[in-house]
């Protein structure tokens, strides 16, 4: 274990359900953030979160909605998905930037049929 | 914007052998730089990171190179093992890993017995 647990860790959804994905991190970090990777592509940066305040938002379609009730939590809730929404969704902890890196949970492997 | 990216894809080594995995970096103004280790089923895992005022760091097996003259950065893995088979992700950032990390494509290495 790495210290930041994912669940569930599959999924697989319709296009017209709501979901949430649940990250939390028992390291004391206090900034989260979420990732997608798809394949053959590199991780891209979705959300951040320090403080449990969002400071960055990559252009993120608005069918996916993070919420980060304090600094050990962190959700991601989907609604009217796409296919091509179908990816490993990483969540990953850190000391609000980056010495030591960050650490991820193992994800969550999403399908949207 | 400015990008990660690993020069091979995938690379084969038979067990004992030593790896070298190359990452190229555009961003000239990146000043920290970490090696990640992703196994099948898992999240990424912290290897080993280099300041931009480094250009060598060893760790237990591993060893990071970086020359900032070419934007060029590479991990060595000295007597590979059938357990260091994963795709590996270089990572950039600046402000010293205060700003959020940019992550390469990642390379897959496959160790054969």
């Known amino acids: 274990e790495t210290g930041v647990t994912q669940t569930p860790r599959h999924l697989v959804m319709g296009m017209t359900n709501k979901k949430s994905l649940k990250c939390e991190q028992h390291?004391?970090?206090?900034?989260m953030y979420w990732y997608k990777q798809s394949a053959k592509k590199p991780l891209e940066l979705m959300f951040v979160y320090n403080f449990k305040e969002q400071t960055e938002n990559n252009s993120v379609p608005s069918r996916f909605s993070p919420e980060c009730p304090n600094s050990s939590h962190l959700f991601l809730h989907l609604h009217t998905l796409q296919p091509e929404d179908s990816a490993l969704y990483l969540c990953?902890?850190?000391?609000?930037?980056?010495?030591?890196?960050?650490?991820f949970g193992s994800g969550t492997r999403l399908t949207v049929v | 914007g400015e990008s990660v990216g690993l020069h091979l894809p995938t690379l084969s080594v038979q067990e004992g052998d030593n790896s070298i995995i190359n990452c190229a970096y555009s961003?000239?103004?990146?000043?920290?730089f970490i090696w990640y280790k992703q196994e099948s089923g898992k999240g990424p895992q912290f290897i080993i990171d280099i300041r931009s005022n480094m250009d060598k760091r060893q760790g237990q097996r591993v060893t990071v190179l970086l020359n900032k003259t070419v934007k060029h950065l590479s991990l060595q893995i000295a007597a590979t093992q059938p357990g260091d088979s994963a795709v590996y992700f270089c990572a950039e950032t600046l402000n010293s890993g205060y700003s959020t990390l940019t992550f390469g494509k990642g390379t897959m290495l496959l160790v054969s017995p």
């Open positions: 961003n000239s103004a990146s000043d920290y």
């Open positions: 390291l004391g970090h206090n900034a």
């Open positions: 990953a902890s850190s000391y609000g930037g980056g010495e030591g890196g960050y650490t």
